[in-house]
């Protein structure tokens, strides 16, 4: 072999080894994120890392990440989901209302519901309408309807339910127990089962998706639904903590949830998400907002700030990284 085919194939392998570097560290930078925030509240109240104080700060964690991961399904074919903020406060009081006073009805509007979910998915793609125009005026709809549900901050969550975000296991705090399981089971459902492969797809190359014989409506309308349904367990799940409702409570997942998916490494466009990376980002943003801005002795007004500025760093780390790759 001559120097220079030495020398080129040197360079090809130190090319591949940059390059799964910075496919790493991009994976990585989810979990980094976390660590900073979590390393930043360990200096300032070293008392918080605690299972009381993971308890506690995670509070709000298991429906923003049920939430975050409702959105992920809509990003995750091409499309954007302005009213899951709305739909979560709807579910709310649902879940405080009629859920708790007549079961049947209250399972059946929840139903109903995710069903309204698989039908807006069906409409936005028979009808080549923009998902952004259509759940903007879909989250007035489930406005209204909240109100119409409960016009006045009230109602009680079921007891079974209750028990269930109340529920203390040894050694780990529930909500990051839930956040586990979360993570792992929609990870294998969409990223490790042939049908998860052909739900990519439908934002990856819904082109060769077609051609390859997979009917595109028949994807849109389970991702929409499956959105819907990690919507109404977001709600539920909320009512749990909070144990009553307001037909406002949900109004700030909306934004919640599209960073997260953008913080845990999704991309608008391509069908590449992360359900794992999801799930870390709800938590960071969980932590950030809340317990850190406190022990830094920063008023509650300034938590989008925060959440947005986070973002903004992690995103500029992912386009140095992304040059990188180039």
Sequence with gaps: MTTASLDTTARNSAERGALARAR?????????????????????????????????????????????IAQM?????????????TFVGFVGCVTATWLKDAPLVGVAILLGSIGVYALLGALIHLRNLPSIVVTLGMSFVWQGLAILVLPKPGGKA??????????????????????????????????????????????????ALGRAGWSL??????????????????????????TSADANIGNGYTLLAIAGVILGGGEFVGGRVSPIGAV?????????ASPLLTFMHIPPDWQVAANGAILIIVLAARVLISRRER
Excluded: C, Q
């Design 280 to 288: 870390i980002g709800a938590l960071t943003l969980a932590l950030a």
């Design 73 to 85: 399904f809509v990003i995750t074919g091409n499309e954007l989901d302005l009213s899951i903020g």
């Design 24 to 68: 790493l560290l991009r994976g990585l930078l989810p979990a980094l994120s976390l660590a900073i925030v979590l390393i930043a509240i360990a200096w300032l109240n070293p008392r918080a890392i605690s299972y009381f104080g993971f308890s506690l700060m995670l509070n709000l964690a298991i429906p923003i990440a049920l939430a975050t």
């Design 158 to 207: 079921p007891d079974w339910l209750l028990a269930i975000m109340a529920f203390k296991p040894p050694l780990v705090p529930f909500p990051i127990i839930a956040a586990l399981l979360i993570g792992l089971i929609v990870h294998f459902g969409l990223m490790r089962t042939s049908y998860g492969v052909i739900l990519r797809g439908s934002g990856g190359n819904p082109a």
């Design 217 to 242: 409506l028949k994807t849109k309308i389970v991702l929409f639904a499956l959105a819907g349904v990690f919507g109404v367990l977001s709600g539920m799940a909320l009512i749990g903590i909070t």
